[in-house]
């Protein structure tokens, strides 16, 4: 079972448009078994598919305060064969301090998806942060994707990840952990897109997808609408561009 989490302490990135319509292909094209688990309290896994996250019962949260409780049992089944999800909403800002004098923190949601059967893929979407959640996430994950947005910041955050990503491994014994793939985001033709690229193609030599997700108005209109990209506009340029990325992220196993 391959547990991937796309992450990026920087908002807008697009982790959450990657997980979810990489999540769906898997399930709708490859029949694959897929958990997509939201790790945001803004809740955006669930909408962009378009279940009501306010009113939901079972959530990341509930799991993660509940030592009894497993995935399974939190789980909701979408309108795509194969394809479940687990939700977040804003009880999951709590998670931080009513977590904080657990000894077992850091811990809780690799204890809970520990021994998890009957799915191939369990995908992490992560918030715009990098504390005790994203902790969380980095021990439960086998594999990082960091969608980075080609903006003037970018490199900040990649260096901030990457700096993280070491002391996780190296403070909490993950040697297993790896940054699979850094994904530009958000491309559009100009100097400065092309220069931040050119400095990821630099620092990446070996990780950087071959696929470049450039700026396409469907992929954000698709979310309005609380579809995916495949159920919205399969021929679409943005279609395309994620089909590339999801084969690709089928093959860097
Ligand atoms: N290729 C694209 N072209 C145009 N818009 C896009 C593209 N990919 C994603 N978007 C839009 O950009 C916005 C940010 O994307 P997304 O929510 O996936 O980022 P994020 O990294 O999850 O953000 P946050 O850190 O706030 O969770 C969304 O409105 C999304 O629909
Ligand atoms: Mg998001």
């Not at 979407?125 to 996430?137: A, K, Q, R």
């Not at 086998?142 to 990840?161: H, K, Q, R």
């Amino acid at each position: 079972m391959r547990k991937i989490a796309f992450v990026n302490e920087k908002g807008g990135s697009c982790k959450t448009t990657l997980a979810v319509n990489i999540g769906a292909y898997f399930a709708l094209e490859k029949s694959l078994r897929v958990l997509l688990v939201d790790m945001d309290a803004q809740g955006q896994v669930g909408k962009s598919l378009g279940l009501d996250v306010h009113n939901a019962e079972h959530t990341v949260s509930f799991l993660l305060s509940n030592p009894d409780l497993r995935p399974h049992d939190v789980v909701c089944r979408t309108r795509i064969q194969g394809l479940d999800v687990i939700i977040a909403n804003k009880s999951l800002t709590d998670f931080p301090l009513s977590a904080a004098n657990d000894a077992d923190r850091e811990w809780k949601l690799k204890q809970r998806f520990d021994g998890l059967r009957g799915y191939d893929y369990v995908i992490f979407d992560s918030p715009p942060s990098l504390g005790l959640v994203t902790i969380n996430i980095m021990l439960a994950a086998n594999e990082i994707i960091i969608p980075v947005s080609l903006t003037y910041f970018a490199l900040d955050g990649c260096a901030e990840i990457m700096e993280t990503v070491r002391s996780v491994k190296e403070n909490y014994g993950r040697r297993e952990l790896r940054v699979a793939m850094v994904v530009p985001t958000l491309y559009r033709n100009t100097n400065l897109a092309n220069e931040i690229l050119g400095k990821l193609q630099e620092y990446f030599p070996d990780r950087l997808a071959q696929t470049i997700i450039r700026f396409n108005v469907r992929i954000d209109e698709a979310q309005s609408h609380g579809l995916t990209i495949w159920e919205y506009d399969p021929r679409s340029t943005g279609a395309e561009m994620l089909r590339d990325l999801a084969e690709e992220v089928l093959l860097n196993a």
